[in-house]
């Protein structure tokens, strides 16, 4: 996958040279001299990566990349330090100040193309999750965990995959303060024999494994469902370039040499499970924002817009004429009463409590929504009228037989509901006819005096 | 990116040269003889892409492939159909049947990886896109739609970009009956002259361009924010190897050989243009999820549970203490009246346009949200009491001023607000108090006639 790359850089040489490699895998390059250019270009033109020098007059790479990350508007970016290779405290200060990896001058293609498509890859999955709203700006309230800065590493799991005990202890040694959890496993069988591979933030794998393909583990964990989106680092040895090459063609997230450098290691793993959680928190944003869409708030029911799509497919001219789909329009009686005298709070638990008592009602075939404020609406399939009715009434007893606990009134209070059903027949045959007639017949039980079933439609 | 392959032929010896080959580039790979055999593991496995053999004793490949495309928990996989150089009408079929690729017999390494690559490339981002309800099951009402086979292919525009008029015009001919708008752009100025390029459904791209490199032509609509989504159909010279695999390198999604195959080119430009719109068609329902998820349906006001997250995001203890931060609390007076007179369709009518009086007297930087029912808030940032109450007010009269006209009724009937006021304070400094003085507020204002603006906890 090809980007759109910011290269910065005060010495021209370097630029060029940088600009030149990009070009030639045919990656959109654009360049900046200083960190005030920089933030300037990264601002307009929105690139897809950063490379980002340190050690530049003026401002300089720490502070450039700092300000990207306060700003929400071009966080999600990601960067790429390129740091000298006698400053490595410089990697830590770089990933403190929120890169999301970082390069060694001089700059070698194998490590630059495996960073830049890994982190690009990982950006072209984010930008899929990163929702914005109508005028492109991130949705309200996302603002603090938009960008991977601010999430937390707390109680990390890494399951660490190397047969050289030595090493495998050394590892754990060195990220006993980054991982809660460091579980080791020697896939001496030829596969991974530790379980539950779902709990693990981050999998480290050696491709120099005695009895098992390391690629081949990786391979698998990348294709499994429940590990797709792990990230995985692989140690291996220093010019292993075949290899790395295959690596990063599975989709290994990251690497790291041999003999491993601990501080580099730290700030690798750092950097993943960082990744990962954002990953995992946009994932979940998004599936509370789809249930969300379907569901009322206070009582879970699904809510209006549902029960309309709902009734929309039940006529859609795809599926057969719908026959005996009844639907039951609720009322809760006087509700607006036990608002005024006991307030909302109690108001709200009438309607809790009254979506329990009806949902315990109902088959797992039926369909309850909240229709809006206190009123209900029940879809029936495979319900002749008679059935309906007799549903209608044990609903209208369950809600009057016991009165209503509520934190506003120290006596239990009594709660009634009118109700009117229609069912689906050769004239009832469309959404606003089937909802118009439970409407009247709701009308009509309140008229002629509340708590009780009625219907105008039925045959 | 690796994947879980599942490969359908009746011939041993192809399955074991397809897997083979496929194991070698560390695909996961899962096997299968006949059609029932494959339909089994294809739902009990969801393999990421199916290589399906066409030509199968018993249930063959055209079959299996309608049977997966049916079925809704299974139908995203994509399907590659193998067919015999010799019956080019079988990608035809192949593609009817619902298929999203196919490759020729004898099956060549480049041809296998590009298109599994790329299959599998689309996959990954469309997984993201196809949020599930919690049982796994995609969301109700989608399920016509869950599988790119009943897309529609209408009004398709499609650029093509090929300097020999010659075969630019032949190109056009042979897609006369599947895009509704071709255009041609012969680069050759060395870029792309064509404008609002996001109009398009598919680039077609000439990597024999005389003045342009067609492979920098291609990375630039995929570095693009605009094109970065729209699938680009490259067409190569056959046997030019190392040009393809720059150009699946760089994200091109599927490739024509010259001499062009009129009837292949067809093929793959539906099936280029069906995915994209199925990929448009999830990213906008996501989108719309999203802002369902903090809109109230009947106002297009935002909902309570955003209010709740936008008070929560004021009082967070990352932002500095709010200071003149107004809340007001509005109850439309004798609602229930209006809904039971003149029905609830007339009662939408009110709230609508209550909320657009409201809504067009407040500045961009308030928060106007339906609260529930027929009661609102109102959050002003930047607001002293005095100024709180002057707006107040002037919600007040906006509403009692002017008769509202509703269908349900020949003459506007007149509505009256209730409003209570609080302003966060030394004392009132949660939410939950903010809400709750403004509460006390709009209940005193209830007590004592209604129709105007009361406020408790100002100091």
Tied chains: 1, 2.
Excluded at 96 to 106: H, I, Q, R, V, Y
Excluded at 176 to 193: F, H, R, V, W
Excluded at 259 to 266: A, K, M, Q
């Amino acid at each position: 996958m090809t980007a759109r790359v910011l290269v910065v850089d005060d010495v021209l040489h370097n630029v060029k040279l940088l600009e030149a490699k990009l070009r030639s895998e045919y990656f959109d390059v654009l360049t900046a001299m200083n960190g005030v250019d920089a933030l300037k270009i990264i601002e307009a033109e929105h690139p897809d990566i950063i490379l980002l020098d340190v050690m530049m007059p003026g401002m300089d790479g720490f502070e450039v990349c700092r300000r990207v990350k306060e700003n929400p508007t071009i966080s999600h970016i990601p960067i790429i330090m390129v740091t000298a290779l006698d400053q490595p405290k410089d990697r830590i200060t770089g990933l403190e100040a929120g890169a999301d990896d970082f390069l060694t001058k001089p700059i070698q293609d194998l490590p630059l193309f495996a960073r830049v498509k890994s982190l690009v890859r990982l950006k072209v999955l984010m930008d899929e999750l990163r929702v914005r709203d109508s005028t492109g700006k991130a949705f309200a309230g996302d603002a603090a965990l938009d960008g991977s800065a601010s999430i937390k590493l707390d109680d990390a799991k890494v399951l660490v995959i190397e047969d050289y005990e030595r090493v495998a202890n050394r590892i754990s040694g060195y990220l006993e303060d980054t991982a809660a959890q460091i579980d080791l496993d020697d896939a001496e069988s030829g596969e991974i024999t530790t379980s539950n591979l779902d709990q693990y933030d981050l999998f480290i794998i050696s491709l120099s494994l005695r009895q098992a393909d390391g690629l081949r583990l990786c391979s698998m964990i990348r294709s499994s469902e429940i590990t797709r989106h792990t990230p995985i680092l692989v140690l291996i040895d220093d010019g292993d370039n075949d290899r790395l090459i295959q690596a990063m063609e599975i989709g290994v997230t990251d690497y790291v040499n041999r003999p491993i450098d601990g501080n580099e290691l730290v700030a690798r793993v750092k950097s993943q499970i960082r990744h990962k959680r954002f990953a995992d928190y946009l994932r979940g944003k998004m599936q509370k924002n789809m249930e969300m869409a379907v569901t009322d708030s206070v009582t879970n029911l699904y809510n209006r817009h549902f029960l309309s799509t709902h009734l929309d497919n039940i006529f859609s001219s795809e599926n057969e004429k719908p026959t005996n789909v009844s639907l039951l329009m609720l009322d809760i009686d006087f509700f607006k009463i036990v608002n005024d005298t006991y307030g909302h709070a109690s108001g709200d638990e009438v309607l809790e409590e009254f979506s329990k008592r009806i949902s315990s009602n109902m088959r797992s075939i039926d369909l309850v929504a909240r229709y809006g404020g206190e009123e209900f609406t029940v879809i029936m399939p495979e319900t002749d009228a008679e059935f309906a009715l007799f549903i209608a009434e044990r609903l209208r007893r369950t809600i009057c037989d016991k009165p209503f606990e509520i934190s506003g009134s120290a006596e239990p209070i009594n709660i009634t509901v009118s109700i009117g059903a229609s069912i689906v027949s050769e004239e009832c045959n469309t959404k606003e006819k089937l909802l118009a007639a439970a409407d009247k017949g709701l009308y009509k039980a309140k008229e002629t005096g509340r708590n009780k079933v009625c219907n105008i439609s039925f045959p």
